[in-house]
């Protein structure tokens, strides 16, 4: 069992919110924006503390760290270190894994040009690796909350070559509380609203569910 903080606004309405490449000349030179919380959210805060874990992660030295990931501090937030110290070994492991299949199924045979992060929470897998250039879309889905503390941060810090590493597409979508009508089918909910953003289910994917399954009733 996975623990969830507790101290991390309550989720809206489900949206979609593309968000493409912009033509900033270099994100770094705005301001960073005031520090928002998860209003109570707990699984939001968890996903702070992952981020947390990943940024000590990225804070060793060169030769030790599994991975780079310089937006993980920011995202973390004085929240994300708040439970256990921001530490959470299977993250670290798991943050690598990921990564590695991630690249893996872009850069394989099978054609894969579509990356779908369920719960994807803070990560930041599509402004990060070197996918293949123009040619791989990202599909970022989590709670609406997830959003609205992640993308002023990224929209702050992104350069120009980090928005180039592929086309990100963000899907705001509560899994656990579907609207009426697809009440007896909840992941018809999400998967209407990934094919509205952009998803083609004819071209070949790679999923990852990479925390999701803890929270999911049963």
């Not at 780079?68 to 973390?76: E, G, P, Q, W």
């Not at 990560?123 to 609406?144: G, I």
Request: charged share 25%; net charge neutral.
């Amino acid at each position: 069992v996975i623990p969830t903080p507790s101290s991390c606004p309550t989720s809206k309405a489900s949206r979609v919110h593309i968000r493409h490449r912009r033509p900033h000349s270099h994100a770094t030179n705005a301001s960073m924006p005031a520090e928002q919380t998860c209003g109570g959210d707990g699984v939001a805060a968890t996903a702070r503390w992952i981020a947390a874990a990943r940024a000590l992660e990225h804070e060793r030295r060169d030769g030790d760290r599994m991975f780079n990931d310089r937006f993980a501090r920011t995202l973390a937030g004085e929240e994300g270190f708040q439970f256990r110290g921001g530490s959470a070994p299977i993250a670290v492991s798991r943050t690598r894994f990921f990564d590695d299949a991630a690249l893996a199924a872009v850069e394989g045979g099978e054609g894969v040009t579509q990356v779908v992060s369920m719960a994807v929470g803070m990560c930041t897998r599509a402004v990060r690796l070197s996918f293949p250039p123009e040619r791989v879309t990202c599909f970022e889905l989590d709670k609406p909350v997830i959003f609205d503390i992640k993308e002023p941060i990224l929209d702050t810090m992104l350069t120009l070559r980090e928005r180039a590493l592929c086309r990100r597409v963000v899907v705001p979508v509560d899994f656990e509380r579907p609207p009426p009508h697809h009440a007896r089918d909840p992941s018809g909910h999400w998967a209407e609203l990934l094919v509205n953003a952009g998803f083609d289910p004819a071209l070949p994917s790679m999923w990852m569910l990479e925390g999701l399954t803890y929270y999911l009733p049963p």
